[in-house]
């Protein structure tokens, strides 16, 4: 009995002690969910307080669907987001089984490959603009150098570049997470089944789609819906360089959000169009998760 006194004393002063930390948890997850979803329903007056708030309904949901605007920023998020989860997945993968063999110098390029991730999104995008910087961009001195080019090109503010060039900054800051992931589980791979592999003559090819892939399957879900959530909540990286544009071009749904709520003060509709795009990502999962069991069963 007192050992059972002792026991329940110990667990509540353990919720003392935590107490602090899940009121602050709550604070700061729980409360701006739950204003959120307020904000979708209303209309929030900010520029005329004295008209108060008003609530709408379904109205700010169906002022984003009847927007071609909110459509093509949609349509360029889905773009951007096949392009940099295919993309950051096929050369986080290679540079996984790159680090994986036995190269010279591997813990330094494993050191190495940590630095496009631990730098912070604005930063990245500051250095992406001043490579492609038209005047003194290191991209143009390099092509020019080699002949590939023959006058500076305004990567950023040309319609044909400007998205391509979002796609290659955005593949190189996030292929490192993706390798790091790939390398952990290349690494739980037994050794045994890739030597049997070989006195039965298979090649390193085979070996490969017959025995690493199977051993990913697992990995490449998890990357897929977290690159996936990824791309659509970008918004710092374009920001940065493209601001949206030239002409809308490179304007993401993160993008049309933020300018509804913080440069029209739609803040209804931009909460309203925040939470059309968490449906579509759920959607999103649900049929990664589908395709995978799948081929698992086949």
Do not use: C
């Not at 925040?274 to 799948?294: A, P, W």
């Amino acid at each position: 009995m007192k050992q059972n006194t002792k026991i329940m004393s110990e667990g509540r002063f353990a919720l003392i002690l935590l107490a602090p930390t899940l009121l602050l948890i709550l604070g700061l997850l729980l409360y701006p969910l739950i204003y959120s979803i307020y904000l979708s329903f209303v209309d929030l007056n900010i520029t005329n307080p004295d008209v108060g708030t008003e609530f709408v309904g379904f109205r700010n949901f169906m002022d984003n669907l009847s927007d071609p605007a909110f459509w093509n920023s949609l349509k360029i998020t889905f773009y951007f987001a096949v392009v940099t989860v295919i993309g950051s997945l096929l050369v986080g993968l290679y540079a996984a089984l790159l680090l994986n063999s036995k190269i010279r110098a591997r813990g330094l390029f494993r050191t190495l490959l940590l630095i496009p991730w631990a730098i912070p999104l604005v930063i990245v995008g500051m250095i992406w603009k001043l490579i492609l910087h038209p005047n003194y961009g290191s991209l143009n001195a390099l092509l020019m150098k080699v002949g590939i080019i023959h006058h500076n090109i305004a990567w950023l503010s040309d319609a044909k570049w400007s998205l391509i060039m979002l796609f290659l900054s955005e593949i190189w800051r996030s292929f490192p997470f993706v390798a790091l992931l790939y390398l952990a589980a290349l690494q739980t791979i037994p050794q045994d089944l890739f030597e049997a592999a070989s006195v039965d003559g298979a090649t390193k090819r085979k070996a490969f789609w017959h025995i690493t892939m199977p051993y990913l399957q697992a990995t490449t879900l998890v990357l897929l819906i977290l690159r996936t959530i990824d791309a659509f909540r970008s918004f710092d990286l374009i920001f940065a360089l493209t601001k949206g544009g030239p002409a809308n071009n490179t304007e993401i749904v993160g993008l049309y959000l933020y300018k509804q709520g913080f440069t029209f003060a739609n803040f209804g509709v931009s909460a309203a169009g925040s939470y059309i795009v968490t449906f579509l990502i759920l959607v999103l999962v649900f049929v990664y998760i589908k395709l995978m069991k799948v081929q698992n069963i086949s």
